[in-house]
């Protein structure tokens, strides 16, 4: 499937339609099938507040595997940090065309474990 499928621009819109009129921070998160990746954007989306991924030197030190839902975990709750030393207390989720469960899932939660809001 390309990116262009007309499955996922729809997917993507129905999640994004609910956050356009927001004034609030927005957290967004993609994977792949070796990493994740997530950042905090600034209610117009022109900036990236804070950001954290798999690939991060001191992260992919202490991981075994980047894929996992553990994995996942440590990159939620580094975003939350970094966010929170930003002074970005509440935030919406967006999960883009993912399916909140797994490592989406395992990311939010730990994320909200850590202190973020949404």
């Not at 975990?73 to 975003?79: D, F, K, S, T, Y």
Request: glycine share 6%; net charge positive; hydrophobic share 35%.
């Amino acid at each position: 499937m390309s990116q262009t499928d007309p499955t996922r621009r729809r997917r993507i819109r129905r999640v994004r339609t609910r956050l356009q009129d927001s004034d609030r921070h927005r957290l967004t998160v993609h994977r792949t099938l070796r990493h994740v990746y997530a950042q905090v954007l600034s209610p117009d989306g022109a900036q990236v507040i804070a950001q954290a991924s798999t690939l991060t030197p001191d992260l992919r030190k202490e991981l075994k595997t980047t894929g996992n839902c553990a994995a996942a975990e440590q990159v939620g709750r580094i975003l939350a940090e970094r966010a929170l030393k930003a002074k970005v207390e509440a935030v919406w989720f967006d999960r883009g065309r993912f399916r909140y469960h797994g490592r989406v899932r395992a990311l939010a939660e730990a994320a909200r474990e850590a202190g973020l809001k949404f």
